[in-house]
């Protein structure tokens, strides 16, 4: 099994900055594509970025120029530095992983989530 725990939420006003970390654990033998989604009160969860073992980012329109993703690969380690932040970022914030197990069987894996605000 690989285990996803994300850290770094909380409350920030407008304007201010986060930095979400991911840490994948567990029985891996290796991990493909990560990424960052969000589900705020009453919407459906959508994705926020992603990234591939190479590098390749994507992004959603609305985080665009303010979000970055990145990761080590080495520490199976995933970040999202959010900077510029606006109360429509308020949401509970998920990683999310493919990776193979032991087995290698691959799998998708979702954290426990993350809270962040921005309110003043």
């Known amino acids: 099994q690989v285990q996803l725990v994300e850290s770094g939420g909380g409350l920030v006003k407008p304007g201010g900055s986060l930095k979400l970390t991911c840490v994948a654990s567990?029985?891996?033998?290796?991990?493909?594509?990560m990424g960052w989604y969000r589900q705020a009160p009453g919407k459906e969860r959508e994705l926020v970025a992603a990234?591939?073992?190479?590098?390749?980012?994507n992004y959603a329109d609305s985080v665009k120029g303010r979000f970055t993703i990145s990761r080590d690969n080495a520490k199976n380690t995933l970040y999202l530095q959010m900077n510029s932040l606006i109360p429509e970022d308020t949401a509970v914030y998920y990683c999310?992983?493919?990776?193979?197990?032991?087995?290698?069987?691959?799998?998708?894996?979702w954290g426990q989530g993350t809270q962040v605000t921005v309110s003043s």
């Open positions: 999310n992983a493919d990776a193979y197990g032991v087995n290698w069987s691959l799998d998708n894996y």
């Open positions: 990234i591939t073992t190479g590098g390749n980012e």
């Open positions: 567990g029985s891996i033998s290796s991990i493909k594509a």
